[in-house]
């Protein structure tokens, strides 16, 4: 098994930054890609980033120039950091890995509890 847990979110002014971080946990053989979704009351869940085990990186157009992702292998970790940060950016912030699962030949896509983030003057 695999758990993912989440840190970093809170209220911030608009323009200010955070920085949120996963963490993997448990049995681990391969984690193929990691990254982070959104989801706002009433809207459909967005992906923001994601990166992969080699560290390609995409990330949705509302973010693009402000948010950074970025993992340390070592620590199964991976990062967010948002800068410039909007109203629109408020939403609960849930990270995911996709790990291969070998002896069943398929990919199982892992989540983390959530972190809520808040862009309010």
């Known amino acids: 098994q695999l758990q993912l847990v989440e840190s970093g979110g809170g209220l911030v002014q608009p323009g200010g930054s955070l920085r949120l971080s996963c963490a993997a946990s448990?049995?681990?053989?391969?984690?193929?890609?990691m990254g982070w979704y959104r989801q706002a009351p009433g809207k459909q869940r967005e992906l923001v980033a994601v990166?992969?085990?080699?560290?390609?990186?995409n990330y949705a157009d509302s973010v693009k120039g402000r948010f950074t992702i970025s993992r340390d292998n070592a620590k199964n970790t991976v990062y967010l950091q948002m800068n410039s940060l909007k109203p629109e950016d408020t939403a609960a912030y849930y990270c995911?890995?996709?790990?291969?699962?070998?002896?069943?030949?398929?990919?199982?896509?892992?989540w983390g509890q959530g972190t809520q983030v808040t862009v309010s003057s």
């Open positions: 995911h890995a996709d790990v291969f699962l070998t002896y069943v030949g398929r990919t199982n896509r892992y």
């Open positions: 448990g049995t681990i053989f391969s984690i193929n890609a």
């Open positions: 990166i992969t085990s080699g560290g390609a990186t």
